[in-house]
Each structure stands twice: as structure tokens, then as C-alpha cells.
């Protein structure tokens, strides 16, 4: 995430993309079919700011699917994880416990209110956050835990919670990998008091930037509605329970435009058919590359019995980060696009001066070195997931 060449990353696959048609890039967002259709009716239809018909088909979508009493759209997770930080009240000082091995905005959004992270190290099965830890990093001072379902796989959300609840420490899933993924049967983003979702190009339903905050206690949904409509209450008022709209608290405009919602819209009408390719692909790589990855010492993704995976990602965990490099150079030279992911971030810039040292996190600075992803997107043909695991399998290390 932070290094020169991830930094990159982007324009190079534009450019190679656009040079190399044979290149198989690491991501494409993907079209289902009736974006372009839903988008052009939004705009003639007059309403093209937020809170239009498609927002209100997308809210109620979610709602249906997840069984949650409150979605509300937002213009990205990051603003999701802005506004959870805004609804728990996170004051300067209160302590956030989040995972080293994630998105910067998991622990930005909190520090923005002027919380201190105290990050937690994660399993070295799931790569998520390590739930046997959170009982020794939580004090006084703790206000919250925010757990992520990385690569789509829930964390330990029944310790989890029963942690929580003993120590009166509210939960936040960033559940931005893990829409449509289950823990022994309930929908990830269920959990906490309040989810966040992306809609990100990068992630599975897609709309550009896009994301989404989803509402578990009921107690926050009147409040999330005014933060998100600048701290006024015009929603109470466009639903004729108040007869003025006027500023009530502090907010801001985390409501994207409704052009937005119509493509997300037709994304989540496809949304069976968009998770059966994408698990079909991580089907694809596990079956082909288990006798190899065996062989070389390289470790697949474990999905526990009890986790109903999102299909997300498909990570390989190399021996070393010097086969890491070598595995991506290359791939590279067959003109196959793999990444390497998180950097930790109790050792970034910002985790330094928050007091990071290394050796707090052992597994995340292990597994960031060694972990590399593969192209896994929804246009990804059977010719082109046969080259990416040829390519692999003759890659016998340094
Ligand atoms: C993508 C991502 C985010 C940020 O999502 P945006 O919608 O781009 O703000 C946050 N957390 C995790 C774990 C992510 O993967």
C-alpha cells in the first residue's frame, strides 16, 4: 500500500494493458449488463443527487439481504468508518483496537476524532485479526474493535463478541471484502453495532468509489441520518416528521449522487451471478495449484469449516519475500499482473508515531512479505486462468 511501486501500480497495468493486449491484469471492473441503462435514467429522471429512487432500491436491497434494520449509502468505506467513528462518539484519547494487516482508512477514521490505535496482530491462518490478543489490549480507555473479514473469510466473531460485550467495547466490521460472505451461517457485517462496506472498483460489487454503512442498533440510525446529510435533519423533514430542516449536529456529505446508486444498483441485481464466477475462479486456482503450492512450500488460503467465504481474493503465502519478488517478476514477464498486499501498519510513518515497534505484530510482518495475490476479476477467462496457473507452476523459486 505504501511503497513506490504499489504506488504505481495503476498506471503501470493502464499502460501495459493498453500496449499488451495478451496482458492479464491484476484487476477490471467489471459491467453486469444494465449499468449504462439505470445510469442514463437516474440523470433523465431528474434526480441525480443523492437519496433518489436507485438509493432508496439499493438501501432496500442490502436491508433485504443481510436482514439489517439500516443501510445508508455512502460515497466510500473510508466515509463509512468516518461515520462510525462520529456515531460511538470517539473522543481524543480513547484507545480503537484494529488489526496491523489492513487498509489505512480501517484505523484513519478514528484517528481523524483523535482515538489512538492500539493494533492487534492477526491469526496466521485467516490473516485475521488474532481474537486470543484483544483481551490484553483492551483498558479503560478502550472504545472499540474493528475487526476485518480479510480476503472475505470471517474473523472469530464469536469471541469476538463475547469480549466485547464482557468489557462494554462496541465492535465495527469493515466488511469491505466481505459482502455476501457468512460466519457459521449469519451474514458478515451482521456482528457489529455498525458494518462498512466499499464499492470500490476493486472489490466485488462495484460502482467506482462507493461504499456503505450498515446500521445493526437500531439506536444509531436517527443520528447516522443527520450526520450523513451534513448534521441537518432533512431526511425527518423530507418525511414530513419534522416541519423545519435545520442544523441539528455535526456531519457532512457522505450521500453519493444517485448516478452512483443506478450503477450500484444493477451490480447488486447481478450480484448471484458476479459471486458464482468469482468463486468458480478461486475454485479454479485452489484446485490447480494445490499439488504445486504442496510441493514448493507455498500456503493457499484457509477457509475454515465454519466460514462462508466471500470469494474476494486468491492469495499465495510464499516460503520468502525474496520467492515473493521473484514469483511477481516473473509473472510479470509472461505479462501476468500479481501484487503483494498490506504493509504493516504499526510500521508505516503514521503507526511510528503512534508508538509501532517492530516485533509487536510478528505475523503481519511475516505474512506482508510473503503474500502475493492473483488476478481475480469477473472477466477472467478459462484461457487466461490456464496461462496464469501454467506460468505458475513453472516458477521453481530462487
Ligand atoms: C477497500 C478497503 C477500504 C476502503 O474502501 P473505499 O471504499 O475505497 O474507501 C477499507 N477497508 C478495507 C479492508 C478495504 O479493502
Redesign the pocket.
Known amino acids: 500500500m505504501f511503497s513506490k511501486a504499489s504506488a504505481k501500480r495503476w498506471d503501470v497495468e493502464a499502460v501495459e494493458s493498453a500496449t499488451h493486449p495478451l496482458r492479464i491484469p491484476f484487476n477490471k471492473p467489471c459491467l453486469v449488463g444494465k449499468e449504462l441503462t439505470y445510469i442514463a435514467d437516474a440523470i433523465l429522471g431528474g434526480h441525480a443527487s443523492g437519496d433518489g429512487a436507485y438509493t432508496q432500491k439499493c438501501h432496500a436491497f442490502l436491508e433485504r439481504l443481510l436482514g439489517v434494520p439500516k443501510v445508508l449509502l455512502t460515497t466510500?468505506?473510508?466515509?463509512a468508518?468516518e461515520m462510525a467513528a462520529l456515531l460511538l462518539d470517539i473522543q481524543p484519547g480513547d484507545e480503537v483496537i484494529v488489526p496491523s494487516f489492513?487498509?489505512v482508512?480501517?484505523v484513519n477514521a478514528f484517528v481523524l476524532r483523535g482515538a489512538q490505535p492500539v493494533f492487534a496482530d492477526v491469526r496466521p491462518d485467516t490473516l485475521n485479526i488474532d481474537e486470543t490478543q484483544l483481551e490484553r489490549l483492551i483498558t479503560s480507555r478502550t472504545k472499540a474493535i474493528v475487526v476485518?473479514h480479510y480476503a472475505g473469510v470471517g474473523c472469530e466473531m464469536d469471541a469476538i463478541m463475547e469480549i466485547a460485550h464482557r468489557c462494554g467495547v462496541a465492535v465495527v466490521e469493515?466488511n469491505?471484502?466481505g459482502l455476501f460472505g457468512g460466519y457459521k451461517g449469519k451474514p458478515l457485517g451482521t456482528f457489529g453495532c455498525l458494518a462498512t462496506q466499499?464499492?470500490?472498483e476493486?472489490?466485488n460489487i462495484q460502482c467506482g468509489?462507493?461504499?456503505a454503512l450498515i446500521i445493526n442498533d437500531p439506536q444509531f440510525i436517527e443520528r447516522a441520518e443527520i450526520i450523513r446529510e451534513k448534521g441537518t435533519n432533512r431526511n425527518r423533514f423530507f418525511r414530513g416528521l419534522v416541519d423545519k430542516y435545520t442544523w441539528v449536529d455535526i456531519g457532512s456529505s457522505y450521500l453519493p449522487s444517485d448516478i452512483l446508486a443506478a450503477f450500484l444498483y444493477a451490480q447488486l441485481e447481478a450480484w448471484e451471478q458476479i459471486q458464482a464466477k468469482r468463486r468458480y475462479i478461486f475454485e479454479y486456482y485452489a484446485e490447480h495449484l494445490h499439488d504445486w503450492a504442496r510441493e514448493r512450500h507455498v500456503r493457499l488460503p484457509i477457509v475454515p469449516e465454519h466460514c462462508q467465504q466471500a470469494y474476494h481474493m486468491f492469495y499465495l503465502l510464499l516460503p520468502s519475500l525474496k520467492q515473493r519478488q521473484a514469483l511477481i517478476a516473473h509473472l510479470k514477464a509472461r505479462g501476468i499482473l500479481s501484487v503483494f498486499h498490506y504493509q504493516p501498519l504499526h510500521l508505516s510513518e503514521m503507526g511510528l508515531r503512534f508508538g509501532g515497534k517492530p516485533g509487536d505484530c510478528p505475523v503481519t510482518e511475516d505474512v506482508s512479505d510473503r503474500l502475493l495475490r492473483l488476478p481475480f476479476y469477473n472477466e477472467l477467462t478459462d484461457a487466461e486462468l490456464s496461462r496464469i496457473v501454467a506460468a505458475i507452476r513453472e516458477f521453481h523459486g530462487e
Open positions: 466510500s468505506c473510508t466515509h468508518l489492513t487498509f482508512s480501517t476485518v469493515d469491505a471484502h466499499s464499492f470500490h476493486t472489490k468509489e462507493g461504499g
